[in-house]
């Protein structure tokens, strides 16, 4: 298959061993990640092509970015050098009552820096078919989001297929800048990903009849905002995660796909939670690799959910597991019982 | 708000990583904890003035116990030095089925060995307005139960309010010991505090109708004990506080107030544990922080109870948590949605 | 009492840290076990002279193995010294949907390449009055056959009980292969001890109405399958643990005894597990520890499923507990309130 | 003794363990530490009254960072929180021929951001007698630079001794700035602290004979650097370490004090370095609490090199040793006998 | 510059944290080497295209080993999967009198087992100008000796300079069999490398006057040596590293190089030892770059020397070190000063 | 060879990891030793039986003392099961200039508290040729200095070879009182064995001519000593350790040897040290082993100084060496190269 192309942020991910709180951690636990990254990784361990487009410092720091992508079998071929500093995100893992905990210290990255004119696009989107952005990246900077805006027009003009999960961070612009911001990348765009909030967030559609908080999902809410959505941007599809927060211990997780004018919910899933970070991200590597792939609508959204559901099992914010892994549970063995 | 003086012991706490067995260890994970200084901890976390009075050897291990008390802001001018060691338990974390345990090698501490001449009242409740001690602390020698009974007499001359945190220990003397000794303070104390077990290891007041070791509370029981807790000595208030142990890994929490002629019972928290120890601790410093600041009686209990499930979160004998974390909860939010 | 003797194969077992996966890992925890070293470990526990009789390399790793066994109170004057190498099982910890994943590097091993000869059983049995063995020792190698056929024979001269897990693994050998041989074995056995699994794929013999990947277990077929047992081998007691696997990080687990004509069922215990390698090996532990002490038969499968219930509370492939404390459990206390 | 007050920055240290290079590391070990902020440590560890003056976000990293501070028992009052982020700095230890290597992420820090408004020195330097800043402070912006001359001048006004450790650092700032904002403050500065290169690197004095690369030092030619100091700026005493790189694991360890119109020189230690991070600035620590003590010049500077030869003996940025410890090498004692 | 294609195998290594002995051992740290693995891994370091060749287990412990190829730049389009293990060393890190030791279970591994066929060399050496396998490779088994000769063919079919590291191992044949079947490659290797007993080990060919055990060096003979080699097989270059070992912890090293018919003696460094395991790696890996980078015979030879000095401050089999922090050492600083 | 009794104290040792200081520690590394329980585990390593006769507390911390002896294969019968604790020491390593630091907290432990009736000397002499007890034994409290002496007439009168360590502890009694209670052991003592200090300490006997602090040794001042110990209690044989500390890192390490009326001396190692705990009781361990094993005094003196040159590069207390291992080194090979 052809390559798929991500292009956004990498961050280090500094965080706690086990459960410590921030003030009580002597150590931190370091992974490299971000949104479009977490994607790339994916779709790396699916076996596809991948290349992951960002900018990092000349340094180890940024150096070990660029290593971690290339130890999971990412193109890291446009991981661009310069700037100043590589982004860096602090996480402290929630269990039950308590919240995981995040305290951002990304402002003035390299990538946050980078310029349009860094990325030679025709370059990078020669031998893909399919581009991934998400609404972190042009909310790094306008100067980024100039990049993005050319980047999905380029990706128009080489015919690739362009999914983009909204992916709203109140830390980097309020609603109302995202909204104007993003409407100029949908036009572009032909598969739009959304978890429960997004949509209301960045173009504030509605779900009615949903209780976010309360753990409760109303199906012919989340159809309303599919609908709402293509209907204002002419996606050829529109997928939405599902996420039921019991604790931060236990979630149910579940998704919906709405595609050739149909409605698709997956299975939910009960799930225990190691590490919840990536988990929507690993939600969009899954529809990608299976939309790709041919599968059926209702089988690539199972496949997507199953996937993101086995992220939730692994540390760090990249999806380690294979096509085989997500299809056995897929097609239903959850039981965990030992592969041997 | 006027400084709270807590009196009591801190030890070493030693336990092996994880879910290790004591057998399997080759190392301890080492934090420094006790019924009375957790209790300080919370408070300074809360933002309060917070003193810790004890005594501790003149060695790095006692300077280490100083340490971890003023690394979270509590004033440790009063823990003294002196005596040969510093008390130590051992804490093997349970799971599932498997109950956690601990082994004391507490006998012959510095805090033990403490005199009722060892401690300037006067001084030390300069500028206070509360004071808190445990069963505990009396526990540890005759000469600390005479130190108690003099820091007692001292408080109300100062007009400090009193709290006690019945905390029976079986390892330390009898229930009948118990009973008389901590019979001697209680004409000193406004707000007592016990779990489902205190009043009867101390007092011999039963809860009718409770079921302990099932996990069944009989809400009837728990106020007929609150009642003939407060007949037979007086107090304000009386808090218990109501576990249910499904299993060492999955707790129900709640608790009860009585006060101003009124029974007040808390929410219920279904809690999978991280750390359990130091969760009445946590309680009553969260009460003392709500009493203080002028909560009502209903959002006293709820504070303390939320403060406490919190507790359960997180590694170690303190509880690390801010005021605004407790009022989250405590407002319903225990979804344990990523804070970023 | 009379001494346990246990054949079989010890591994070095390397495992990530917590739930990481292979592929993350830069480090491995070791801890070196096996079927049958596992249960010699657990009846040492229980204050019983256990003996394991194996072959190791005379090099620093099969050191350790010895080393690790005689920690825990193991006789290991028959950890034999010799041949290539010390086999080796990777396993990643599964959580919730992802499984557990056992990948082995057993081939070549010192136990895999010993013969016959190299065992003395006149002196090995002397003062013992059992014998235990599972299928994964004949399954090492045809040489390895040998010497059980041997042993089994000669457990029988000296006038020992002997038991066998049928532990049937689909690495070592075929379902066909594995019940030509297991036969000629079960002559000599009285006590069978098998997994859900274990009767179909070693002898053909099916557990009617029994859904084991749904975690569904029907007492009516495992009563049948047992019977079936007893009547082709003729032993005197069949065991049968029956998991049921709600995901890798929950599990239902129970067990039945078929003895002296009748069928006993153990009560269920739902498990929150820290590490699942090593239950059916507890309870084989357990259920020789308890015949041999003579309790009652529902005793004995209680005091099995007990133990191999603590078992999965318990890191790495030992069972670390005492008799007193599956006592308790035993006797319904799984609560597990802190034992102080 | 009176308060000493130091002003600068504190910066979270994340360090792979042991030898790991940036590229091998998976997690980092996190310290606190700054020029002025080691040397604020230092002086509490001798028992002295020290605060630490800074900004630090309000998030729960720059609350580590005051933590960090508290446990060690320094005035942390005025460690102000605001701002966006704490400076961040990574360590790579070398060893061998290998140099340690440190890759600076310090821009946008609170500190850095800082105004001259922030500070209230009227009340910081309430009850103290000394003052201390080094050249790194200045370098952090333009504005922090207008708050050290402000600090300067009233620490003047109040009274205080004021020292100053030139440390150059040629990632903040040019040579040629430097100078000229550096020489702004010297008119208030009593002691200057420098190392063997700062001299030529700041004001652009050379040390005629000396070849630092090559570890080489000239006792006349530091004599000279420190009376051509004296002379431009007036200082009551001048310092200087004299550290002689033999690798990155072995150095000679000495320094000189020009003092009352003597030149004084300590003895020489052979150091096996653990840490070398914080060397100077522990110098500068063991040199004020000597001065302050009122031992004899020469005692002073032995004192300073003492404690600053432990210094590389000891993990992170911080000097923990006591002053009977400093006292106990600089009588001799380095033999290095276990205490017991 | 073109790509440099290195054959041979690859191992998973463990090893005990810090100096602890295999028996005392809870956990191994995991690192994947081998001799030609860690040269591609230098050589990719110093920013070249160099591709590692060789057979991994389809499983996830031989993806982890192209997992940290990878991660390190490695082209591992030829890293073949297929086979059942791969091979495994045990290290256990000396110190001052106690050796490092190393434990091999190695035998049967995927490289081990393969055959000619499996590598098709016109497709590998495509786009290469050098070839380099080791005494290692041969010597896994007579299959591979047949795979190294028909590489040692192609590559000079295809016009590559071939290097070989004579690197004999005497777990894995005896003198004899190496001299017999070493004596075959040698026709077509333009650079022959050796250590101080190669060459006798190999080829019978002794260095006169040079007592290794004792770690004195005598220059004549090495020369002497190098002649012979050049003299017997026609090498273009013959390189000779010189280890002088006065304990685990402090090594000599240096190194001889005879080229246009020159002798070329190294500097010699005096090495604090971190991890010397791969020591000889890095020289070859560094005097491949050295030599393809047109430096002079001199240059070529300090380059190699200076860059393997500073792997013996690396963990791991690696040496992760770049061009321009090999060129500073070799410009003759090797201070250790920090760098900031 | 017939066994060896070692009578004395275990303690739970508890190290900071790596040189952190104490008050730096969040964790601390756990082993088991003691002077005694060290000599056991030396003889045990070298394929002696080795019985351990001390009382450890009934509870898991005791038991992980028992187990650790176990697991390096020492006879445990003889440790008893009672008393209240196990005594701790805590370590902190030291490093270059800074002295490793201990912090004893043995005071009330099981094996003070042990009575003389407690052992059996008939039952656990049984199969014995020699015994081995030092000063801290006695010191540890009146009542085990009766069960001492009662053990050295037992031990005469079954026969056994005698040998004691002087091993004056400070911290546990007066140079007079040990003086006094070690003199009436003397009597039964065939070897003494003493390092620098111990004979002025214990008897007042001074090395003439010898500086300690400064790590000189005079031959003929050591000469002096061990004629005096032998004209005053009539040993067989004297033994001296020379420790020549040059800082926490390096030390010279010898030893005297005086019997059959000559003096010998050994060759002298420069130790880079990892972990010098326990190295006195290493050199007993080979000491006991080559004078059962009938090596000549010269050698039977370099046996043990060689051990006990290898302890100092093991971490914990005990000396993990072979027999073959240390003939090596004594053979001269200290190069420290590796062995595959």
Redesign the interface.
Known sequence: MKKVVCFGEIMLR?APA??????????????YGGGEANVAVSLANYGLDAAFVTKVPD???G??AV??M????VDTSYMLKGG???G?Y?L?K????????????R??SSIGAAKKEDFNWDEIFAGADWFHFTGITPALGDNVAEAVLESCKKAKEHGLTVSCDLNF???LWTSEKAGKVMATFMPYVDVAIANEEDAEKVFGIKAHGTDI???KLSHEGYKDVAKQLKERFGFKAVAITLRG???????NWAAMLYKDDEYYFSRN?A????D??GGGDSFGGGLIYALKSGMSNQDSLEFAV?AS??K?????DHN??SVS?VKT?MAG????????
Chains 1, 2, 3, 4, 5, 6 share one sequence.
């Open positions: 500094l086990g459960y410590l709180r921030f003030e009580q951690a002597q150590a931190f636990e370091a992974v340094n180890p720091i150096q070990s290593n971690e290339r130890r999971y079998g100043s500093r590589l860096i602090f402290e929630g269990a039950s009552q308590r919240p995981s905990k995040v305290v951002y210290d402002a003035h961070r109140k830390n908080e309360g753990g927060s019991i604790s931060a211990s236990d979630n899933y799930i225990h939670i190691v919840r970070v199953a559901c086995l939730h099992s692994i540390e760090g380690h597991v892994e549970l063995d959850g039981s965990g019982r030992v592969q041997r």
